[in-house]
Structure formats: structure tokens, C-alpha cells
């Protein structure tokens, strides 16, 4: 089995390796660059198949549904099977109307630890505790060769079993741990200490009891740990939880029982639309979305009668002006549970200035989608690969100080054997 990665072997983003053995080909992932612009035309990686010469991948497995790891699947050749999680594809299919999403038309799903066949290829995936819902790191076999590719992952997620799971039961016999290093920096090469989902929640907490007002949580909808982390937080605090209509529908798609739903079942949530999406739903159509959730919809009199009452989740940012400008945010606070970054983008520049002149603060209650450096170690440890091959980092060559086990650096677009 041979392998070449076309993107990520420097940087963080736009994910893509390509596995052959026998004259078969395999993609994994198809991200878009972190990098790119939003209308940036970026061309498919020149795999065989697809941008250079020769037969059709077998299919492209999608390890989760971050878009830099699926972003450039709408230019595949639609003959080429795509296998991913079916949460991840229902999560997809539910975000397409709010634009941050896709109906994969997928042509089967990864389950946990469940063997599949391509070719030479023998897939098992194993469920990883991440950001993304319903995330896969994959072990590849071929020729007698295994290659595990973790995906993203992490340890310290609302899925931190499957982590331990992995710890415990894992893969024997592999050569090359193909290991993302998000966390593993230039600057940091030690790593630093990593909050869990768990230490998020009981700063929230804090930050609700310590709020008279209304809290506004900032974040991706599409981050179902996160949600479930506001919520535990919001019934400890004792506030009931509005979401937004995109993480309503994100939320109905998991069809897992235990996550916060807009349904009668959950006496404590509820949905609160701004006005953007109302537009959407009106623009679209789409009218059956806003009656999916029309018994528990609350309005912007609820949020000004009793703002102690609310926690919002969800995808507001574009909304914080108009919460200011009717006092809905006097004595409140807005909490920024995303990448620190965006908030150095022009929208988020915007944003810190807005609540300031408001002297609204902005709390940040965040933590990383991505392993710790502990973690990373725990894996490589318990996995004991004869080498490790850095993706998805900024800091591939700081790898061979952070491990023990032989380190193999290989550049995008190079050919290697497993
Ligand atoms: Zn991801």
C-alpha cells in the first residue's frame, strides 16, 4: 500500500490523502483550505482519477463533517462512492439550507468498528471523540500493511469513552500512525493544558449565576458537544435554554435521544429566531421549519420581561445589534465559545467593539476541538506504530521532539510506502 497526502502534511486545513494498493485507489477526506477566500475557486488535488490521468478512486471516505476536510467534495465526479457516518450526513444535509452544508447523497455509512471491503482496502472505522458530530478515525489494511488515520480527534470531548475505548481496545499491528497535530505548534511544542467540555460547563455556570441579565452563548451549531455543554450548564444555573432555528434543525438531525431537542420532551428548551433566519425561512419558503418548532418558539418580549430567564445558543452573532438596541443585553453578557481567532476577522473585530461601547463583556468559555499533546501521546503509546507521519499541523518537525516513537515527515503531493 502506498499513500500520499495532497493536502495538510504543513498545514492545519483542507485535509486529503490518497491510498493505492494493486492499481486501486482510496481518498480520505476533501477538504477546502482554511485559507481560502469564500468564493476562491480551488481545483480537486491531482489524484488519480480526479485531477491526473487513470481509473476512479474506489470511493472517498469522509472522516467528519468539518469543511476542511469536505469542502471541495461538490467538484468529485458524482460516480464516486462517498462513505462517511450517517450522523455526520444527516448533521450535512440539515446545515445545506443555512449554508454551511451539503447533501452528501452518500453511498453507505462508517460504523463503529465494523470491517467494510474496497478492493484490496479493508476499512475499519473507529468513532473519535471531536467537535464534529459523529466523527471516524480509519485503520486501512491492504497487502498485510495498516495504516490508522485518527481524523481529527481528541480526548477531552462529551465522547471521551470512545477516546478511552480506543486507549484500551486498540488496533494491533500497525506500521504507520498518520496522526493529526493540530495542538503541536512552533511556539508551543510542549503543548499546553487543554480544558475539557466538562471544565467549560462549570465555567458557565459561573458566568450564569453571576449574570443578571440575559447570556448569549456565540457558537457553532453544528458543534453538538458544545450544546450539550450549554445546557447542562443552563439547568444548573437554573435558566431555560432558546436555541436559534439552525441548531434546532442541527439538534432533530442527530436523532439521538440524549441531545437538547425543541421538542415538548424537553421542558427547558426552546427556540428563539433571529432575524436573519426568519428572513431565510420567508425568502426559501420553507415555512414548515418555523412550524416544526412553532409551541416553543419565544420572542423578543419573553427575552425583554425576563432576561435572567434565557440562556441563547447558538448562531447569533448576527443578532447582538439588534439585542443591544432593545435593551435586551442590559446587565447580560455574551460569551464567545469559538476559536479565539475569528475574533481578530473583521466581524469579529466588529463584535468586540459593539459590546464594548455597549459595555456588554465578552466572557470566553471555549475549548479546542482537537487532542491535547498528552493525548496525542497516549495514543501513539497505545497504537505503538513502527512510525508516526505528522498531518494536519503547522508544525510537522516539531513531531520528533514530542514523541518517542520514529517520526517520518513526508511532504504533500510525495508518494510513500505504508
Ligand atoms: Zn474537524
Redesign the pocket.
Known sequence: MRVRIHRGATEIGGSCVELEAGGSTLILDLGRPLWASRNEEIPLPPAVGLGAPGPKPLALLLS?G?Q??WGLIPQLPSDVPIWTGEGAADVLRAAEFFGSGIDLKEAGHLQNRTEIEFGPFTVTPYLAD???FDAFSLLIEAGGRQLFYTG?FRGHGRKDQAFQWLLDQPPAGVHVLLMEGTNIRRDSASGESIESETDVEHALVETYKNTTGLVVVLASAQNVDRLVTVYRAALRGDRDLAIDLYTAEIAAATRRETIPQVSPDWTRVFAYLPTRQRVKVKQAGAFDKVRNIRDRRIYDEELLTRPARWVLFGAFQSQIASLIKQGALADGAVVWSLWDGYLSDAGGKRLTKMLAEANVPLVHHHTS?HASLADMRHLVEALNPDRLVPIHTEAPEQFATAFQHPVELHADGEWWDV
Do not use: L, W
Request: aromatic share 0%; proline share 0%.
Open positions: 467528519h468539518h476542511d476536510h471531536h467537535s464534529a481529527d476541538g
